[in-house]
């Protein structure tokens, strides 16, 4: 890409369309590329972080973004971007996500080195105390899929979702 907002155009645009050739083609070839997804465990490397946007893209219906408060520390190799993705999964159904995408100049361009979405304080303020324990302890296994989380906690068998926005179904 010929620049870091290039580059970033074209992550949310694979992001929105589904499109693993398309998101793939974002991320560096560096070995040390790292992702985090919202409430998720550091991935590391092409094929981890392929594997998820695998998951993430067969579990996602419709889904726009629009980036607000949007942050640029900016030098000639790096590009750091602090983001609020604004995410519509229908008309009646957003949440927000605080997002950290690092742009690095390679020798085939700007690409993508980091991404690390966060929840927001009042998307996890809907989310059941037991839950969040329950994740952060590590005694429950999550997967985000565009919005929800799926989760499964094997001591007791439970599985279920939970949609950032609030909506939770079991």
Same mark, same amino acid.
Request: overall charge negative.
């Given at each position: 890409?010929? $620049?870091?907002? &290039?580059?970033?155009?074209?992550?949310? =645009?694979?992001?929105?369309?589904?499109? *693993?050739?398309?998101?793939?083609?974002?991320?560096? %070839?560096?070995?040390? *590329?790292?992702?985090? &997804?919202?409430?998720? =465990?550091?991935?590391?490397?092409?094929?981890?972080? &392929?594997?998820?946007? /695998? #998951?993430?893209?067969? +579990?996602?219906?419709?889904?726009?973004?629009?980036?607000?408060? /949007? #942050?640029?520390?900016?030098?000639?190799?790096?590009? /750091? =971007?602090? /983001?609020?993705?604004?995410?519509? !999964?229908?008309?009646?159904?957003?949440?927000?996500?605080?997002? @950290?995408?690092?742009?690095?100049?390679?020798? @085939?361009?700007?690409?993508? !080195?980091? &991404?690390?979405?966060?929840?927001?304080?009042?998307?996890?303020?809907?989310?059941?105390?037991?839950?969040? %324990?329950?994740?952060?302890?590590?005694?429950?296994?999550? $997967?985000?899929? +565009?919005?929800?989380?799926?989760?499964?906690?094997?001591?007791?068998? #439970?599985?279920? $979702? *939970?949609?950032? $926005?609030?909506?939770?179904?079991?």
């Amino acid at each position: 890409f010929t $620049s870091a907002t &290039h580059a970033e155009a074209a992550f949310y =645009r694979a992001f929105e369309n589904s499109d *693993i050739e398309a998101m793939m083609a974002v991320w560096a %070839l560096d070995p040390d *590329i790292a992702c985090i &997804h919202p409430m998720g =465990r550091r991935l590391v490397g092409r094929d981890d972080i &392929h594997q998820s946007w /695998v #998951k993430i893209f067969q +579990g996602q219906s419709t889904v726009s973004f629009q980036l607000t408060d /949007v #942050k640029i520390v900016e030098t000639a190799e790096l590009s /750091v =971007r602090i /983001v609020e993705e604004n995410i519509s !999964f229908s008309p009646t159904q957003q949440t927000l996500v605080l997002a @950290t995408n690092v742009y690095k100049l390679t020798a @085939t361009g700007w690409q993508m !080195f980091l &991404h690390h979405g966060s929840p927001t304080s009042a998307a996890l303020s809907v989310i059941p105390r037991p839950f969040f %324990l329950a994740l952060v302890s590590g005694s429950l296994t999550s $997967s985000y899929f +565009g919005g929800r989380f799926a989760y499964a906690n094997p001591q007791i068998g #439970k599985l279920g $979702s *939970i949609y950032l $926005s609030g909506c939770i179904s079991q």
